[in-house]
């Protein structure tokens, strides 16, 4: 501790005599520097630090950036750097993220203002992606390590880094080999140079050899300190998304505005009610709109009583909670039409308090504008001048209303405020009808619906409907009218393939869609060979971006083949194989998660007005924003706010949010997290750059990554 406290006053005293600062606050005896807490972006307009920023904005931690490629961008001195408040010197950021260990040209007097104020405050910097080098650190590869292509490669965290920044992990950082023909990362392996300071956080092999290389490590140097990263990424890939947190922890030593956490949630549509199924030879499904009217014969998918005891046994197994959204009309047709027997709904709701429920409307009615079916696609139904005939406002409330006392009356366990209409219907979609149902809003209102889910692939930004605010869901592709394997694969190949190949030419008319088929799929192993990998590192993939929301399927996958649980399974499975216990996944019900996604984008607004402030002067965390803001921050866990503990433990730090009155909140870190200074050891100037030139990634977002298709059925 005495260390520290004397290495901080006579670097600030360095920093004071450099920039010319008076120096009477360097002789007070409490002249801790002010560090704000943002982080400064420094871009070349790669993919690494692109990913970087991406994950410090969805964390909601402030960073400034400055663009290498821009010639009108502010230079990087030392009035940029830091200055001071009421007389303490400042330093502006947190930390530094460069897109290598030095992305300047030869005696940059940039880079030489960097290296000053790293050391003067012990600022952190990472090397988003950086060649192997002596002045970073490492040996070049060409003595015993490696420059080449990592696809597929497993790597490690070593024990520094499970001790260090990445202690939220298992151990393993598997990289993506998502196609033969596409090269998906490159690296650097390499050891530390002879004399080098240097802690290896992530290793892997090196091809052809015993020994491991480093991937990601710690180089301390000048009294500086850098995150040495020798692989390229982009934000999307699985092995940047399970390092991203440790990056930023590294950076901003566990103190940063802004919190990040592995979300999962997965509701089931139409609970109680029937699903049409896919035709195989019509391709299309009798009894719903995409089927010419009276052709085909309609036959229903509709679990059974041992689906829902195979449903209540999964989810006890996996610690993991369903949001089941109901229509009480599917129950009541079911015992009128058998005699009042319906034992589904039996046991549905004799294990109700194993689920979580919904209200998804009485009958599953289509609540936007009338439907004319006539037609395929349908279209709406207009006036004779031409207006959109509309759903009326008595028919939506009613759809919500019976629902709502159905559900009360068998004991359901309901949350009032929260809806999923059919098919999102009521709200815009496109292209049939671009506007919502202006009779929705007033229904709403009328049965005092506060979150209303909308599709993520059609309405994925959350937004008012009068009373109510959406909650984006996530559609899985396992379609809503299969209940076995073989009508699975047979729709997913009638959508994405060639009209040559007997396919619905979606995919001819849609080239950007990334989910088509060269050739159609094995009806015997299409679904586990290509279909369950690719929807399971799709939803894994927003499970590990910090994104809350929900996925859906239908009752239909959890019948007769119960397809959907190889999907979850294998993203349950994928989890748990690369977290620790102290990262668990959190399970969130839909007005949760929408209070979650509110709760955000107000505070990104605050961020981007600039009514937030924060800086750390020593143990002491001040953050100032506007009365009535929820504030968010992650700090070491033993912090304090208002005598109290704060937040909840997540990932090895504690992190939440906490209301602003408009006066400071400040927080007090625990005397751990008191971090031992640089040295103040000037050192050498940087080295100019003598490594080869880097080669250029491939920046294609990587198979796997599909959130937009032309065409997902749904009910």
Partial sequence: ?????????????????????????????????????????????????????????????????????RPDRPAIDAGFLADTVDGRPRAKYQAVVLPDDNPFPADSPEMTALATYERTYDIPQVDAYTYARPEAGLQYPVHGGYAGSVDGAQAEVTAAGRAGPFGYLDGRVPFEDNSPTVGESYAYLSTPAPGADFTPYVEAVIPGRTQRGSLVGEYRHDGRRELVVTFVYNRHQQQFRLLARGIVDWMTGGVHLGASRNYFAVHVDDVFAADDRWDTRLNCTPGDVDCPEGEGTPDPIRMTPADVDHATSWQRGRNFTLDLAYNGAGSVDQRQDNDGADALADRLIAERD??????????????????????????????????????????????????????????????????????????????????????????????????????????????????????????????????????????????????????????????ATTTCLPAPLDTATGYTEHIVPLETRTALGHVLANDPKPHFIHQSNLAEDRIAYPVLNGVLDGYEALFADNTPVVNLRMKDIGRELRRRAAWTAALRDGRVTAHRIGGTVTVEAPDGTAVTATVPTGTTLAGGAFGEAYAG?????????????????????????????????????????????????PAGVRDRVPYTPQS
């Fill in 354 to 511: 194993e689920f979580r429920w919904i209200n998804h409307t009485y009958t599953h009615a289509f609540l936007g504008c009338e439907q004319d079916t006539t037609v395929v696609p349908w279209r709406c139904a207009t006036d004779t001048d031409g207006g959109t005939r509309w759903v009326d406002r008595t028919t939506i409330s009613d759809e919500i209303a019976t629902n709502r006392a159905w559900g009360r009356t068998t004991g359901l366990p309901l949350h009032d405020d929260e809806l999923v209409t059919g098919e999102h219907s009521g709200l815009k979609v496109l292209p049939q009808q671009p506007d919502d149902n202006p009779n929705l809003a007033p229904a709403l209102a009328d049965n005092d619906i506060a979150w209303l889910a909308s599709d993520n692939s059609r309405d994925p930004v959350q937004r008012r409907v009068g009373p109510a605010t959406t909650v984006s869901r996530y559609p899985v592709n396992v379609f809503y009218n299969a209940g076995r394997v073989a009508e699975q694969v047979d729709e997913y190949n009638w959508i994405y393939t060639g009209r040559a190949q007997g396919g619905s030419g979606i995919c001819e008319d849609n080239p």
């Fill in 653 to 701: 730090r504690a992190s939440g949010w906490t209301p602003s009155a408009g006066q400071a909140l400040v927080f007090t870190l625990p005397p751990s997290a008191t971090t031992g200074a640089a040295t103040a050891d000037d050192g050498p100037a940087p080295a100019a750059k003598t490594r080869p030139t880097k080669p250029a990634p491939d920046t294609r977002v």
């Fill in 1 to 69: 501790m005495k260390r520290t406290t004397r290495t901080a006053v006579l670097t600030v005293g360095a920093l004071i005599a450099t920039l010319g600062v008076p120096s009477a606050a360097a002789h007070a005896e409490d002249a801790l520097p002010r560090v704000d807490l943002r982080v400064l972006v420094v871009s070349d307009g790669g993919p690494a630090v692109d990913a970087i920023a991406a994950e410090l904005e969805a964390a909601g931690t402030p960073y400034t950036e400055v663009d290498l490629t």
